[in-house]
């Protein structure tokens, strides 16, 4: 494939959109912004594999990031994060272990098949978002 078949197809986007998408769940927020700007700068496209991989990782980066913010005020609310000193407390390792079984493991697998198939330049729609987009 040449460099113009690549900037056409738009393979290249899509491969990021999901990459970063995956460096969301590790690491909330700073993805976030990044895909929001590839997500706003590229929403218009026509090309169905922008589209497609995109849009889709905008939208499950924004509810796995609600969903980071939502289980850290609720260990926060039940006593957690206190002080610096007490930062390893029960109520925020309860919370990691939330964050971790309730939105890594389910998001992890689609974003790593969304991935796999940005690399091989198909469209892929993530099982539970992809029926109402």
């Excluded at 169905?48 to 005020?73: D, R």
């Excluded at 390792?93 to 309730?102: F, G, I, P, Q, S």
Aim: proline share 5%; net charge positive; glycine share 6%.
């Amino acid at each position: 494939m040449t460099r113009t078949e690549e900037k056409t197809d738009g393979k290249g986007l899509a491969i990021a959109a999901e990459s970063l998408f995956l460096l969301n769940l590790l690491f909330p927020v700073l993805p976030l912004i990044v895909l929001g700007f590839l997500y706003f700068r590229h929403r218009n496209s026509p090309r169905l594999l922008v589209e497609c991989h995109v849009k889709q990782t905008w939208i499950m980066a924004l509810l796995s990031t609600a969903l980071f913010v939502i289980i850290n005020l609720v260990a926060y609310w039940m006593g957690g994060y206190q002080s610096l000193d007490n930062l390893v407390s029960i109520h925020s390792l309860v919370a990691l272990e939330a964050y971790t079984l309730l939105v890594i493991l389910p998001f992890a697998v689609p974003g790593l098949l969304g991935l796999t198939k940005a690399m091989s330049g198909q469209c892929y729609r993530f099982p539970f978002l992809g029926k109402f987009l």
